[in-house]
């Protein structure tokens, strides 16, 4: 008798001790499905030295580079930047090996030598993953046909593409599409242009709540500045380094009135253009102009006047200009700092 109702007890304690290890293991541990999913991208990726830790504890939530919410145990930040060397060779990514997160916000992939996606395993098998929101694709070697695989991706709200491969026009089709996008940069690329399937009337980039907008080192002129006339929650726009040249005109930038910083170093740039009317702007404190004496010619005189013209500004950035002498006081308006 008293063994019969030791064992009961002991069993009872049995089944407390499975339940509190299960509920236990959903806090604190991760799924099966995602844990083979990371141990597969590791073998992809050529078992990098800096995934060595991957495997060793059974716990994925733990691992370096992950991120889980302990809440449903599921993965939601993917830190896999820097994590391949150059010795390693190129590398088409098989971003299929990312559809089990499904509840992923945050993928980090830049500087790791990637070159493209496998064919059919691009980033359109990623279109149902609704939580993404910040894909960094940076430093790698990415051509334009990556764009066509971006359009599923809605809840994207951070894209990151600079220095890649990009080259000439891209397609503003699928980046539309993205209409939750905040932050995009295409810094440090080739590209020329805007262009759509739907022609050239229809260059448009139509991003309602794009913010920040990189476009720097890459070959703009002054033509592209018309694809961003849209963008009227913009309040940050670096496209330094392009080859804009001779007279900005403001007033084709009309819509962008929330604009506050506005970056245009290394170009060259004679003067502002705008008339009484032009709102674009208007709202503008910071604007930066360095370098942008290239080929040896003087900061124009036009250029610092034209400034004056911008209500709200309190920041100019003039480094590298080799300015000499002094200033006529027309610029003297009490609000502008050197
Ligand atoms: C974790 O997931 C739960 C359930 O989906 C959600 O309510 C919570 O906000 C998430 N926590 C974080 C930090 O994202
Ligand atoms: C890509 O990864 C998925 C998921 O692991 C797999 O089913 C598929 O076979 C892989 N594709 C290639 C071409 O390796
Ligand atoms: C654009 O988004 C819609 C719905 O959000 C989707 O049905 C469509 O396939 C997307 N287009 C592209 C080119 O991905
Ligand atoms: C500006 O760039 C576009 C696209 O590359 C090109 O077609 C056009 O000729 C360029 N305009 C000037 C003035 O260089
Ligand atoms: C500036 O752009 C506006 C709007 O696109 C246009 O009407 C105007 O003619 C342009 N001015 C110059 C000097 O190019
Ligand atoms: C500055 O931005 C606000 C909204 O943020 C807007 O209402 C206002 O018109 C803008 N100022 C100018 C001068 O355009």
């Given at each position: 008798m008293g063994l019969n109702r030791f064992s009961s007890l002991a069993g009872t304690l049995m089944i407390y001790a499975m339940v509190l290890s299960q509920s236990w293991w959903s806090c604190h541990g991760c799924l099966d499905e995602e844990r083979s999913a990371l141990l597969r991208i590791k073998s992809s990726f050529n078992y990098p030295i800096f995934l060595?830790?991957?495997?060793?504890?059974?716990?994925?939530?733990?691992?370096?580079g992950v991120d889980c919410n302990f809440t449903t145990g599921r993965v939601v930040e993917l830190h896999l930047s820097r994590i391949r060397e150059e010795g390693m060779g190129d590398l088409y990514l098989n971003v299929s090996l990312f559809r089990p997160f499904q509840e992923l916000q945050y993928l980090y992939l830049s500087r790791n030598f990637i070159v493209g996606c496998v064919e059919n395993e691009g980033f359109e098998r990623l279109s149902g993953l609704d939580s993404l929101e910040v894909l960094n694709l940076g430093v790698n070697k990415f051509d334009n046909s990556i764009l066509s695989s971006l359009g599923g991706l809605s809840s994207l709200r951070s894209l990151y593409l600079y220095r890649n491969q990009l080259k000439g026009a891209i397609s503003v089709d699928e980046l539309n599409n993205l209409t939750s996008l905040r932050s995009l940069d295409f810094g440090g690329n080739e590209i020329e242009s805007f262009k759509s399937i739907h022609g050239t009337s229809d260059d448009l980039l139509r991003l309602r709540n794009l913010e920040s907008l990189g476009l720097n080192v890459n070959h703009f002129n002054d033509s592209a500045l018309s694809s961003l006339k849209g963008l009227s929650s913009l309040k940050s726009l670096d496209i330094g380094y392009n080859q804009l040249k001779g007279s900005f005109n403001v007033t084709e930038l009309d819509a962008l009135i929330n604009l506050e910083e506005v970056y245009l170093d290394g170009n060259e740039i004679d003067k502002f253009v705008l008339s009484k009317d032009t709102r674009g702007f208007g709202n503008v404190s910071l604007i930066s102009l360095s370098n942008s004496n290239s080929n040896g010619r003087a900061l124009p005189f036009a250029l610092l006047q034209s400034l004056t013209k911008f209500p709200n500004l309190r920041t100019l950035s003039l480094d590298e200009n080799n300015l000499e002498g002094s200033f006529g006081t027309t610029l003297d308006k009490g609000n502008l700092w050197y």
């Open positions: 060595q830790s991957w495997g060793k504890v059974a716990n994925c939530c733990s691992w370096e």
